[in-house]
């Protein structure tokens, strides 16, 4: 069976500047297929308590946009083979500009970036900013969507899809079953699907791994950093490693 | 306004939100235009405001103030109203929409509590299971509305997220919504959010200023001035939207000047420098942000005029100088609040008192025109913790710490 693709979640700046570089060297040596990485917000309103707690405590020590981004750069001088997405919610992307915004995404050496709250077909100017910076701007589709907005959406041709496998927010555990398959096929168009939202066990993964380019694993990572944390970096590479082996299936399962 | 794209006022509002919430809002949209054509819907309504909240609310000339400050002024008593503010007039709206459209459960955000009363109330009045979330920097504040909710049958949630008030109770309703939305309705309780919520909160809310314009007409006058307190803009929008087609209305928000002029100390978006234009929460408006668009802490004295954004429409009309805006300190409230109890008999909230001290302000710079209404969009009952604490506070500690003894010695 060939390995399974995962897109691995972390937050720029969690738990301290060291411990993200040691999640990140965890990742990627465990096999990381993507790095999705957030810039923490004041008001995550599309995620659960795991990633909320984690970005309210980088921001309290006064993280600025800057420092995500010249993280995210010496992440691709590390690890140049793995791209990055960067996640983050409308307000940072706009009030710094949307253009100036997406030039120090590209700049930090992102292949795209993902904006839930900036929809599609009201964007404010991301996807054109970013065809001209040479990143890809990733749509996040959800199952509540009519079949009509599904087609707009589809007739953009992007490069990847985010599809979100559930209603609801990051961090509860999501059942896969038929419906949930059958919406993957209906997004996918003609772009790769990057598939999550409450992964957490190799399990999942190996389930929905057939159906998309990469499964998407974000708060359970998260809960990992949390709890490894109070260890040392040492301790968050090696546990972010070992969850990664058990989610692609490269060592016995768990 | 509201001119080419939909769900706009100008630059501000439209719909920024997670894919997952775009089709809710869409359905949203469908029934609230759907009810508004429905004549049983609006006669329902119209029964319940009469019966259950009291409606029509008086209008009363502030005879005493009038005089001792060489100036015109009423009062639009909005307080009046069942569980004592403007809120109920949204909450029963929607709550009765959410019925139309076949929910089985409800839920609200709550700041200063009086949100959540009203929907708390509605909800039990209307037969729908409820759930408010409230910052729990609010809850603390707001006790006694805490025990009303819970008292109406709603469930209370604490939110200890971001700086527990209430932009991360709306967050948080957000996310339940996002995942609950096929039988729960969100109740939002100001006008602002994602389309089409500021259009429903301000029909529900125009009920103020219709009724103002009807009671002033029969006094005999159309007013030259009017006042309201602008948290998220939902008393404001509605007790000016009768009047906005009139440019010879000369219209008011007072934002909160908390307790001083530095970020973080007051919550002034409109009538200084200190707010940009932001996408939070579902809509695009101006906001209390940082350089990099996080959202800043805002005070003041009162819970319901801490919210670091405004309604969208309210945005535009201020830049295009239709509303002109201004602020009140916690202070000023406060002396407003005193005068208008001493010389009036009349009680306001601490949020409403924020208009009250703009009007006094002007009267004594005499630049106060004409025949003026202040909008009391609350009464202020429910803020006897934190104007004893501060008016009284010797007193109120003894009698709390008495409470606190007669509470542990008897077992009810
Ligand atoms: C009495 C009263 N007035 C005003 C407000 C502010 O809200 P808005 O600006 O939406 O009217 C509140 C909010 O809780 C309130 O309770």
Redesign the interface.
Known sequence: MSKVRIMSHLIAGYPDDEGMYAAARGLVEGGAAYLEIQLP?????????AI??AC?EV?SRGY??AQGMKAIRDLKVLYPQVPVFIMTY???????GIESFVASAQESGAEGLII????FD?D?GLNAACEKYGITSV????????AE?IEKMTRENRPYIYA?L????TG?QTHLDESILSFIERVRGSSRVLGGFGISTGQQAALLAPHVDAVVVGSAFVRLITSASAEGPEAITSALKEKMHKLTGCTEPS | MNVDRKGYFDRFG???????????L?ELERAFNEAMEDPLFIEELKRMQHQYVGRPTPLMKAENVSRLLDAEIYIKLEGYAHTGAHKINNALGQVLLAKKMGKTRVIAETGAGQHGIATAAACAHLGMPCVVYMGSTDADRQQPNVAGMELYGAQVVRVE??SKTL??A??EA??DW?????ETHYVLGSALGPAPYPDIVRTFQSIIGKETKEQTAELGFIPDTLIACVGGGSNAIGFFSSFLADDAVNMIGVEAGGRGEKSGEHAVRMSDESS???????Y?SR?L?D?????LNTHSISAGLDYPGIGPQLASLGERGRITFTRASDREALDALKFFAEHEGVLFALESAHAAAVAIKLAQQKSLKGKTVINMSGRGEKDLFITSAVLRKEEWRSFLLDELKRLEETDV
């Open positions: 917000f004041s008001d995550p309103s599309a995620d659960g308590p909320q707690k309210s921001l600025r946009v409308a307000n940072l992307a706009y009030c710094i839930p709250d900036l929809p009201a404010e749509i996040v589709a959800a199952p509540s969507m009519s907005r979100a559930r209603a609801g927010i509860e | 439209g719909r920024y939100v997670a894919e997952i919430l775009y089709q809710p869409e997220s971001g932009k991360d709306v967050n957000l996310r996002a995942g609950s939305f096929g940009r234009d932001a996408i939070i929460q579902g695009k906001f942000v350089e990099d668009g996080q959202v």
